[in-house]
């Protein structure tokens, strides 16, 4: 049985699976007979999207995404790496739901995917070091992979986009902006907490990537799956 983390924070994590879990049986109980195969690929990549996350949220509950990370300063760290298994596929996941809104190229898909992978890894490899300049010098690299990465979204898919109907340009510009509002504040809430300066402490950090996380995956797909953009997408009446 899980404690409650090393900071309390586990009453976070708590919440955090039981809204993944929410999210994700609202999202199957109102796909379960979408008969049109965009729509369909739509919910099954948000469900996906959701379910990675609750497994997630569960396993850092249990204390079993959790690790520590020893300084060569001395300094120990907790860290939860389950975050970034979790990131590894949903944010690819996310980015595959707006990229297929905005009808992208599937060339432009794999750019914007292959850097958010290295986006998430560096991000990882920061978080993992040992030697603190090091750990600064990957969460930059991390971020400037991050910036390019909503460069070309709003960029490149949002020239797809562009060429497409009203519903779906309007559905992309609210996922669009949900994106740049709740991804650049991920780099933020890991400068100011455990894993960067330690401004915020693992409570107070727990707490911040569970919103985050929330309105990133769970909002996210609301505003989607609920949009004329995907409902009854392709199937207008013969
Ligand atoms: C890290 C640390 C290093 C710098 C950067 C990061 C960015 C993480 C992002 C995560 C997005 C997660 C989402 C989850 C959905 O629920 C790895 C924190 C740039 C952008 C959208
Ligand atoms: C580019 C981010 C720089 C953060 C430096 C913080 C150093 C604290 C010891
Ligand atoms: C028209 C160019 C917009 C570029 C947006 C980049 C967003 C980075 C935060």
Do not use: C
Not at 199 to 212: A, C, P, Q, R, S
Request: net charge negative; hydrophobic share 55%.
């Amino acid at each position: 049985m899980s404690s409650l983390g090393v900071e309390g924070e586990g009453i976070w994590l708590a919440l955090g699976t039981i809204g993944m879990l929410l999210g994700m049986v609202y999202f199957m109980s109102k796909g379960w007979d979408v008969q049109d195969p965009r729509e369909k690929e739509f919910y099954v990549i948000t469900i996906l999207i959701a379910g990675i996350a609750a497994a997630s949220y569960l396993s850092m509950f249990f204390g079993f995404g959790l690790t520590e990370v020893e300084l060569v300063n001395g300094r120990v760290i907790d860290v939860y790496w389950a975050r970034y298994a979790d990131w590894l596929f949903t944010t690819p996941l996310l980015l595959l739901d707006i990229g297929l809104l905005a009808g992208a190229s599937n060339r432009d898909l794999a750019s914007i995917i292959t850097i958010d992978a290295f986006m998430i890894v560096t991000g990882l490899a920061a978080t993992l070091m040992k030697v603190p300049v090091a750990r600064y010098a990957f969460w930059t690299i991390s971020t400037i992979a991050m910036l390019f990465v909503l460069y070309y979204l709003v960029v490149v898919v949002g020239e797809a986009a562009s060429e497409a109907d009203e519903d779906t340009q309007a559905t992309f510009n609210t996922l669009r902006n949900v994106i740049l509002v709740a991804w650049a504040v991920y780099p933020v809430a890991w400068l100011v907490g455990t894993e960067g300066l330690g401004l915020v402490g693992l409570f107070g950090e727990t707490l911040l990537f569970m919103i985050l996380d929330l309105f990133a995956k769970i909002g996210f797909g609301f505003i989607l799956l609920r949009s004329r953009a995907v409902v009854g997408s392709d199937s207008a009446p013969t």
